[in-house]
């Protein structure tokens, strides 16, 4: 497959925007030491879209990404979920606002198999606290044919350490799709995936958002950006810069705005 | 996409290897069993042939004896060290458990259930301290654990100074004889008590480790602590559980050991090298020193084959400073190897 700019959007023209958004950041602020990552950041997730979120190396989008997945703690920043104020000060609370993220750095424990990677943090539970380990083995092996079908991952019982970068991500990728609730948060999510797994991940993203699940898609290909995003938000230096409904640019334009800034 | 999905079913098929294959190779304990069954095959073959006391009933059961006490104290350790933290301060835990059992029963008369929770509640107090320090307060647990185990020194010293002489002193520690047939009596030739117990301790860690969620937390943390966060696994809490249970795992080793001998004596927190023995065992027993992989069965193989060593040199009265010298080249050289021999983990 070639690299095109064909729309993979649904029919144009849904009302989203007069909706009340899913989800709500506003005046988010993260400073590492003397870098400010995040200055006074507002960020809107709203139903049924696809929002790219772009901008330059260190434009802090990983940081948002991190923020809203509940495992960095922001300086300053309120949030709410569909307009009432709500806490993710932890993954685990961030997750029950509906939030499910694939990170940049992918995430996974490489001393551990892909079963024990795809059920770290929740394990199917019976007696007494014990793993459900048959449920996991034969549930995992679907999960991963189910979503980013790869070559090569051959039995649950792998080590992450014995994959390549691809199937790894796959992994990291099935794993949050499996266990996705109201909003999937990608953080350059194809990075180091063949072209035909990125097109399967693209079709993900556009199927959720039409099925009710929204997805953040942070990417620093403005094709696969403007084939599959509804809007576009765009950061530089830890700023707001804009927020654009794909109906309102152009790919010219968004490189534009993006290398100015 | 009907079609893809037969494709990749018939790709899967040749790579596939036999289940035991797979599971053989992964698995971690295999070097150390190999290692500790050429060593024992060198020991009785030279007390076959030789001038050499290792194969007689009398040091065969002093081991069987001496090598579950040590390895349950390794449980605990490991399981630690595969959560990503260190305890240096083993020794003193042993000894101060000991040692407030038998003054609580001994001195103060209590029953010896009540005096039994008095230790465990030591041990766990010793374990929470270790834990808060390291995982809420950042500081390393090599450090943290150096601290505690100087803190236990002195505790120790304070607990058995002997009011006459007033100075530390050994203590006799002489529990009900159901007591100390229960925990350390014999059971038939060579096999006693403690073996069984660590049977069951050993069985206990395997369930955490490899079947319970707390064991999934454990290997998630100690791999990878941020990955760990990412997916929601309370690293904090996990680190603080597993630093408990080693605490706890060293305070049942101490009783076992001053039932084992009536007696408990001071400077085993600071002479021993006991903590050092301990993690000494875990990492020949395939265990990460750098936390996220190791097995049970590997920790006990390796307490035994460092119990060995220690009878060993015992046999052929090298002096102590050998053993301490040597269990330092062993844990340099199993932490080299277990990087050179490749990395098996959890599957
Ligand atoms: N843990 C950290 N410690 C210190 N500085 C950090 C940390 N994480 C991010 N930063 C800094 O914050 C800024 C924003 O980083 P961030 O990772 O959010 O950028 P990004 O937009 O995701 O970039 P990229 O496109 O390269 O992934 C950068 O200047 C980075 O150096
Ligand atoms: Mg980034």
């Known amino acids: 497959m070639t690299e095109t700019t064909e729309s993979l959007d649904a029919p144009a023209g849904r009302a989203a925007a007069t909706q009340q958004p899913l989800f709500e950041a506003k005046g988010v602020s993260k400073a590492y030491g003397h870098v400010n990552a995040l200055m006074d950041v507002d960020f809107e997730v709203r139903p049924n879209e696809v929002v790219g979120l772009l901008g330059d190396n260190g434009a802090g989008k990983s940081t948002l990404i991190k923020i809203l997945s509940g495992v960095v703690d922001p300086d300053k920043g309120t949030f709410l979920r569909d307009g009432a104020p709500v806490d993710i000060g932890s993954r685990r609370k961030s997750e029950a606002a509906g939030i499910q993220t694939i990170y940049q750095d992918i995430a996974l424990v490489r001393s551990m198999s892909i079963m024990r990677n795809i059920y770290a943090g929740r394990e199917p539970l019976g007696l007494l606290g014990f793993m459900r380990m048959r449920e996991m083995r034969e549930t995992a092996m679907k999960i991963l044919d189910e979503y980013v079908r790869i070559a090569g991952i051959t039995s649950p019982d792998l080590l992450v350490e014995e994959l390549s970068g691809g199937q790894a991500q796959a992994v990291a990728i099935a794993r949050a799709v499996h266990f996705k609730r109201d909003i999937l948060l990608l953080d350059e999510p194809t990075s180091a995936l063949s072209i035909r797994e990125t097109e399967k991940v693209l079709t993900i993203m556009r199927d959720l958002a039409e099925s009710g699940v929204s997805c953040v898609f942070v990417t620093h290909n403005l094709y696969h950006a403007f084939r599959v995003c509804d809007r576009f938000a765009i950061m530089s230096h830890g700023q707001n810069v804009q927020s654009v409904p794909k109906s309102e640019t152009t790919l010219n334009e968004l490189t534009d705005v993006i290398m100015t800034h | 996409m009907a079609e893809s999905r037969v494709d990749l079913a018939a790709m899967r098929r040749p790579a596939e290897r036999p289940a035991w294959l797979r599971r053989l190779k992964n698995y971690q304990a295999i070097n150390i069993v190999i290692v500790y069954a050429a060593l024992l095959i060198v020991l009785f073959g030279w007390s076959l042939i030789g001038d050499f006391s290792f194969a007689t009933t009398g040091n065969l059961s002093v081991l069987a004896r001496q090598i579950p006490i040590t390895a349950i104290a390794a449980v605990g350790v490991g399981l630690l060290m595969i959560s990503g933290e260190f ?261």
């Open chain 2, 87 to 347: 305890d240096i301060s083993v020794a003193g835990t042993f000894t101060l458990v000991a040692f407030i059992v038998a003054i609580t029963l001994g001195e103060f008369g209590w029953a010896l259930p009540v005096a039994l929770l008095a230790g465990l509640a030591t041990a766990i107090a010793v374990g929470a301290v270790n834990g808060l320090i390291t995982a809420w307060l950042g500081i390393p647990s090599f450090i943290a654990t150096i601290g505690m185990m100087f803190f236990l020194r002195g505790i120790v010293r304070f607990v058995s100074i002997n009011p006459q002489t007033n100075l530390p002193d050994s203590m006799a520690f002489f529990p009900s004889e159901g007591f100390k047939s229960l925990l350390t009596g014999q059971i038939v030739g060579p096999i006693s008590a403690q073996f069984v117990w660590l049977i069951v301790v050993g069985v206990i860690g395997y369930f955490i480790l490899n079947r319970h969620q707390l064991g999934n937390h454990m290997f998630t943390a100690g791999g990878n602590k941020d990955a760990a966060t990412a997916v929601g696994v309370n690293v904090k809490r996990v680190k603080l559980i597993a630093f408990i249970i080693c605490a706890v795992t060293a305070g049942i080793a101490g009783v076992m050991q001053a039932t084992r001998i009536n007696e408990i004596e001071p400077s085993f927190a600071t002479l021993s090298g006991f903590e050092l023995k301990a993690i000494a065992a875990v990492v020949v027993g395939g265990v990460s020193l750098f936390g996220g992989r190791g097995a049970i069965f590997g920790m006990i193989v390796g307490a035994a084959l460092i119990e060995t060593v220690d009878n060993v040199l015992v046999l052929v009265a090298a002096p102590e400073t050998v053993f301490k010298g040597l269990l330092g080249a062993i844990i340099i050289g199993a932490v080299v190897l277990n990087n050179v021999l490749g990395r098996r983990a959890v599957s």
